[in-house]
């Protein structure tokens, strides 16, 4: 079983749509929980850090549930700009900085 | 946010030749780095962690002899690829840790490498 599992798409969603990625770790003493924007062979960049409590950054959400090893992202009012890779990765330990990766969930707006 | 460069940005090199890539962290000072790979339509891969000034620290099925890091200051890294296969071909990217903007750490990537061996 993959450490970090996510569905890899392609989403393929109209502008102004909301899309909803998941996410599932298999490690249960996992401390850090991340989502990365990779665009077509470009490097990973961090989109947000993803706190138990639920964080919002404008038009993106982001909910962990640590019973259920369980990550999503939420993108509302989708962007053509919004077009990339969604990549969930987890810390295992804290300071360890070792990242694991998913394969990533492809997203597609269209016009 | 931090800035970290890789160099080159592509390379072709014939099998069995050696590659050096170097990653470099341009606006702070990174004590340890990270190395990835990442091939096609696959997740990144942590290949190694590089420590300043000590050997570098490889995962599981890593070759040590073939991926040779050095860490010689706190801004720059290199990766040689020695001895490069065809199957070696992949997205090199390295990364560095630095505190962000909200406090907490961040890894930043570079740019990544990408290698063609014919």
């Known amino acids: 079983r993959k450490e970090v599992e996510q569905d890899p798409g392609p989403f393929n969603v109209p502008e102004g749509a909301t899309v909803a990625f998941n996410c599932t770790y298999s490690?249960?003493?996992?401390?850090?929980f991340f989502w990365y924007r990779q665009d077509c062979r470009k490097e990973p960049k961090l989109l947000m850090s993803?706190?138990?409590s639920g964080n919002e950054d404008g038009r993106f959400t982001a909910q962990l549930n640590r019973a259920s090893q369980y990550i999503s992202l939420l993108i509302r009012d989708s962007k053509l700009s919004d077009s990339a890779t969604y990549l969930c990765?987890?810390?295992?330990?804290?300071?360890?900085?070792?990242?694991?990766f998913g394969t990533g969930t492809r997203l597609q707006v269209f016009p | 946010g931090a800035v970290v460069s890789q160099h080159p940005s592509r390379v072709i090199c014939k099998s069995g030749t050696s590659v050096k890539i170097e990653c470099r962290s341009l606006?702070?000072?990174?004590?340890?780095m990270f190395w990835y790979r990442q091939f096609p339509k696959q997740s990144l891969m942590l290949m190694a962690t590089?420590?300043?000034?000590?050997?570098?620290?490889?995962e599981q099925g890593v070759e040590k002899d073939k991926f040779l890091i050095n860490h010689a200051s706190l801004t720059l890294s290199t990766l040689t690829v020695t001895s490069a296969h065809p199957e070696d071909s992949s997205f090199y990217i390295c990364?560095?840790?630095?505190?962000?903007?909200?406090?907490?750490?961040?890894?930043?990537f570079g740019p990544g490498t990408r290698l063609t061996v014919t």
């Open positions: 990364s560095a840790r630095s505190r962000g903007t909200s406090g907490a750490y961040e890894q930043y």
């Open positions: 490690n249960s003493a996992s401390q850090s």
């Open positions: 993803v706190y138990s």
């Open positions: 990765v987890v810390e295992i330990s804290y300071n360890t900085d070792k990242l694991i």
């Open positions: 606006d702070f000072q990174a004590t340890t």
């Open positions: 590089s420590n300043e000034g000590s050997k570098a620290t490889y």
